[in-house]
């Protein structure tokens, strides 16, 4: 017989189910970015009129789903740069110069919800950019995920000039012999930020400089010991994401190698009973991109098949 679920709740979007209290609104919900954007996209939906979004605006597709039926119409940017005298979201990830520019061109009114963290990101490597160069080129190196949206975003600070680094592995590649300026996305790990650092202040030439600065989100990056020391208190852990979310991916890794018994979800559908055979202790935690209503659905579905059990 399982024992009664408690609701437990940080910052990191963890529930632990017990006996199923309702959760409480507040329980759960996005990152502060993703809350923007969101609200953002349903105020404009309130007043009518046709809204696009550049991109899908999170990465859940039962999120993205749920925004298609109020009206919202996600486009990529080849759609866009077709698009005129229209009115477009940008998403939390944020847009390169040449997005602005088209819409400049095209008459698109541009709704902004690019997170304001990556925004000041955004300033800060466009103006390392725009210094007087004196002497040899610089490089900027951002460590992040090629092809991300954010990542995209801040190359274009740089006019594609910035190199991307996904790992330290890759880091070993630089050039030593010029000067490094290094930034992060803002949902990398810390923990791999500060390897590839410490490996750059090893082998950079006495002759050049090396300057990092640390733009990890908090907000993102304080889960990680949380949604450790959480996955280690229960039997089994449902960790519900999006496929397409790298926040999603990189938290998940962190709750699989501390709990062999966790499972990535993206709805009840996915459940599958046997997974709680045995357990006394049941944690259901999510992606920054997770979104409070489907934490919630997840929650309902687990209640009713333990009580049915």
Known sequence: MYQPFSLFQSIINIWSVKILPKPKPDASGFCFGVTTAIKKAEEELAKGGT?????????????????????????????????????????????????????QRNNIEIIDATCPVVLRLQKRIKQEYDLPQVGEEKQIVIYGKNGHAEVLGLVGQTAGKAIVIEKLEEAKQLDFSRSIRLYSQTTKSLEEFQ?????????????????????????????????????????????????????????????LSINPNAHIIDSAEEINPTWFHNAQSIGICGATSTPKWLMEEIYTAVNHLLNNE
Request: aromatic content about 8%.
């Open 51 to 103: 809204l696009y979004c550049l991109g899908d605006i999170v990465h859940n597709s039962r999120e993205v789903e749920r925004l298609k039926e109020m009206g919202l119409i996600t486009i990529n940017h080849e759609e866009f740069n077709q698009l005129q005298n229209a009115k477009v979201l940008l998403r939390a990830h944020g847009e390169p110069p040449e997005t602005y520019a088209i819409a």
């Open 195 to 255: 390897r590839i650092v410490a490996y750059i202040q090893e082998h950079i030439s006495p002759n050049v400089t090396f300057e990092y600065y640390d733009t990890i989100c908090r907000q993102v990056a304080n889960r990680i010991p949380n949604i450790r020391k959480f996955a280690a208190s229960h039997d089994v852990i449902l960790f519900v994401s999006g496929k397409k979310s790298s926040n999603g991916k990189i938290l998940f890794s962190e709750c």
